[in-house]
């Protein structure tokens, strides 16, 4: 009769240590947000319907924001596109400072007068049945 061989408490500790080191890297790495310091922010997703960027903007005094904006739609039939916003940060929540839309596979730019502030962008797609691939930027 085979004995099945138990691991020892070094391998058990060893791996559990690996592994949560592991999970706090990548949670870490996901929920950081890209804080612009440099007077912008890129952002890059993938099958996108309906998503904020994880990058926001501190603005310090009033500007003309522009978004730079790349998408590739995931599905040939698809002619509904993707709306982006720009988003600023109020006591209650986040209000719409600008928006457009963007159909197919295209690029694109739109801009906006911000106030100082805290700005972020978010996307979503005109039907929500449709995925975009994303990439571009939000600079003053």
Known sequence: M???????????????????????????????PNIANAGNFTYKGYGIRDWPSVGTAAIQSSTKGKVS???????????????VYIQKREWW???????????????????ARCK????????KANDPLYKYDIWGSFSW
């Open 116 to 123: 100082p502030g805290t700005y972020k962008l978010y996307f």
């Open 93 to 111: 929540g986040w209000s719409i400072i600008a928006s457009k839309s963007f159909v197919g596979t295209t690029s694109g730019t739109f801009s």
């Open 69 to 83: 904006h790349h998408q590739k739609k995931k599905y040939k039939q698809d002619n509904h596109g993707l709306t």
């Open 2 to 32: 085979n004995a099945v061989k138990k691991p020892s408490i070094k391998k058990i500790i060893r791996s559990t240590v690996i592994y949560g080191f592991s999970a706090f890297v990548i949670a870490l790495s996901i929920l950081t």
